[in-house]
Nanobody, 124 residues
Framework: QVQLVESGGGLVQAGGSLRLSCAAS????????MGWFRQAPGKEREVVAA????????YYVSSVKGRFTISRDNAKNTVYLQMNSLKPEDTAVYYC?????????????????WGQGTQVTVSS
């Protein structure tokens, strides 16, 4: 059974940083594209960042460019989302997801496995 488990969320003041981790069990992620998505109350889930299987192609939603960095450590079977200069509008539940095609697209429907989510709350 494939499980993705996010960690690293929490409460932080505006301007602070958090690093989210997504660890997998039951599956090797080295061939998968990976994505981080978020969903705020009353809003639709949106892609935050994505990375392809090799790590040489990344995508960021415009609102986080220059502040967030997605990376992967295939040896640890883990994907990360470094979040700096956090803003209150970044408050959401953050989910990681695995795309078996390896591309790591921006479309949630293309992802095959999902974590349970971790809450990120940024206070002003």
């Amino acid at each position: 059974q494939v499980q993705l488990v996010e960690s690293g969320g929490g409460l932080v003041q505006a301007g602070g940083s958090l690093r989210l981790s997504c660890a997998a069990s039951g599956r090797t992620l080295s061939s998968d594209g990976m994505g981080w998505f978020r969903q705020a109350p009353g809003k639709e889930r949106e892609v935050v960042a994505a990375i392809n299987w090799s790590g040489d192609n990344t995508y960021y939603v415009s609102s986080v460019k220059g502040r967030f960095t997605i990376s992967r450590d295939n040896a640890k079977n883990t994907v990360y989302l470094q979040m700096n200069s956090l803003k209150p509008e970044d408050t959401a539940v953050y989910y990681c997801a695995a795309d078996k095609s390896g591309f790591g697209t921006i479309w949630a429907r293309n992802y095959d496995y999902w974590g349970q989510g971790t809450q990120v709350t940024v206070s002003s």
